[in-house]
């Protein structure tokens, strides 16, 4: 009914303004056109355009005017193409017009509305050594530092390189924020061309606002068929989500990273031919790559050009091992053990451990870092024992012929369900109240509930807990579900926090943070609960060192006493 009604009003109201066009016609052509111009500078765009319509397309002394001002009144309402088509109208029909150099500055700027840029450069540059090259050359710097699509400025330069305005435009977009090492040539030229100040576009100052260039190195995969390596690569587009996201946010901060990105899989060969590039030795960090392998190229290209290189998910710290210049993102086994083990001998007592743990390479290791850490500590170590998962009668056994007594607590090291279901079954028969710490995995193995968790007191190894409740964590996936239509994974996650730290690292120290870092302590993360540096004593490189532990409570995560 309302929307009835709607249309009725609005009917009325255009009968009304074509009523006036039609009783224009019966009145002199004067009086038409002031009224006309009346109605432009009263800003009552449609009015003037039906008053002015009649002259343009007569033969009077008013006809090029009222063209004039009725292009001018639709380019004032939005009208673009009817002001371009009366533009062409005027000049087809009144060439010889006095005020053609207005008419071609008025379609210069319709030309710009429309986007055409080429088109508007042209037509403004028959303008030069008229009285409107002056006017001219401001509507040009208008829309052209209007104009933030690069390929499309480059576009412009290679036709109008030689137009100063352009070229000072280009080099303000530069310096801007567009600046890459390879632009250093092109801006040199520039300013001596066009004899710009040296030191608003070449000084260390200027070249430095640009930001820091960031490559990263990581399997895209796009060269092959999507249909069969979208799932496998996805943590890798999750990761790079996150960290476009950390530009973003880094960006509000005064920090601009410019991320470069090149598709390296497991080819070694290929690897190298990025690492080969000439812009890649003006980077200031360098991300990835993830697989071990090409890690190993990119480690040897870190320290022979002494730059930065973060390796994104290993947790082998022998990735680091001599090279200055690699740093592991992820917590490395070692740092996990060791925290673990710290945070169990300052919050159970009596100061003695049992230990059991799987017989793989990982779990191994792990199992006697927490040990070395635990006894190098004042802790003593009743059990290490070693289990084989395969062996389920004397994996049983192993657990079910432990004593427990005069124990402070007991370490599990297996990801298996056989270790997880033995060491619950034994806890909750003979001691429910003995502290358990283990790896968080165990929280996805089904035949174990989480009331039955929730009864013990266990301690879950987690280095990438990320608290659901904080507002930061709401923000982030607030921002990520609307620009993406997905949640966070956990590696979305990984690459904002990757990216946003060591983004405000490079802003703190530069590219050659390396020695800071030994001093800079432990700081905290967006999401991870915090991210630090291994025991530089123990000749280890920086990785995320904050381990918290968490536990059961009332059936959700909290973390309970974090350990730094």
Known sequence: MNRSICKKIAGIALLSALALPAQAQTQDPATTYSNGKVLLQQQRYDLAMAELLPLSSQDGAYAPEASYLYALAALKSGK???ASKMLQQLQNQHPRWGGMADADYLLANVLFEQNEYER??????????????????GLKRYYLTRLNDRP?????MRRF??????????????????YRPEDRRMLESLVQEFKLDRSRYLSKEALSNQGYDVALLLPFQLNQNYATTARKNQFITDMYAGMKLAQDSLKQLGININLFTYDTGADTVGVKRVLDTPEMQSMDLIIGPVYKTTAKVAARYAAQNNINVINPLSQDVEMTAGNSNVFLFESSVATQARQAATYAYQNFSPKTAIILYENTKADTEFANHYRQQFQQLGGKVSVYKKFNPAE??????????????GNGHLAVFSDKMIAAMNATSLLQSKAPQLPLVT????????????????????????????????????SFREKYTAKYHLPPSQ????????????????????????????TAGIRPGVFYSGIGYTDLQQHLQPDNQYIPLLKLENLELTVVNPVF
């Open 80 to 82: 673009t193409d009817e």
């Open 120 to 137: 508007a450069l042209s037509k403004l540059q028959e303008l030069q050594g008229t009285p409107l090259a002056s006017d001219a050359e």
């Open 152 to 156: 499309k400025y480059e576009q412009l």
């Open 161 to 178: 390189g030689s137009d100063k305005v352009v070229a000072q435009i280009y080099a303000d977009k530069l310096i801007g924020g567009w």
């Open 392 to 405: 389920a009668a004397v994996t049983a056994a192993a657990f079910r012929e432990l004593k427990l007594d």
């Open 439 to 474: 790896y968080q995995s165990w929280l996805d193995i089904n035949q174990i509930t989480l009331q039955q968790l929730d009864y013990l007191q266990v301690y879950f190894i987690s280095p990438k807990y990320v608290n659901k409740l904080s507002p930061a964590n709401k």
């Open 491 to 518: 590696y979305a996650y990984a690459g904002f926090e990757m990216l946003f730290y060591f983004g405000q690292l490079l802003k703190q120290y530069g590219p050659q943070f390396n020695g800071q870092l030994a």
